[in-house]
């Protein structure tokens, strides 16, 4: 299994960036995939996650109405449009896989199963 984020990188505030995961080695709409980021000095957060059995799209309130995830199933890959950043935002941002969709959203305790490397995502003042 593998997850290959890419997109990240340095924008100023009010900016917008797209984040990208590639994923392969398990079948992609056998799975939820998920945006979680992790910013210096805190605690890893859940922030969005795209159910492929359903269509069901999650936020967190940090980022609803601004950032919006999709998928393309032909290519396995899902995306996490972030528009409006804020300095707030600034993070490595990672892509993670499991089967359920409630994974991202129970905590540090119960983790997906499946991890990308991270991208890095800062927003400049």
């Known amino acids: 299994v593998q997850l290959v984020e890419s997109g990240g990188g340095l924008v100023q505030a009010g900016g917008s960036l797209r984040l990208s995961c590639a994923a392969s080695?398990?079948?992609?709409?056998?799975?939820?995939i998920g945006w979680f980021r992790q910013a210096p000095g805190k605690e890893r957060e859940g922030i969005s996650s795209i159910s492929s059995s359903d269509g069901r799209l999650l936020y967190a309130d940090s980022v609803k109405g601004r950032f919006t995830i999709s998928s393309d199933n032909a290519k396995n890959t899902v995306y996490l449009q972030m528009n409006s950043l804020k300095p707030e935002d600034t993070a490595v941002y990672y892509c993670?896989?499991?089967?359920?969709?409630?994974?991202?959203?129970?905590?540090?305790?119960?983790?997906?199963?499946?991890w990308g490397q991270g991208t890095q995502v800062t927003v400049s003042s």
């Open positions: 080695g398990f079948t992609f709409d056998d799975y939820a």
């Open positions: 993670a896989a499991d089967k359920l969709a409630l994974r991202f959203w129970l905590g540090p305790d119960f983790p997906p199963d499946y």
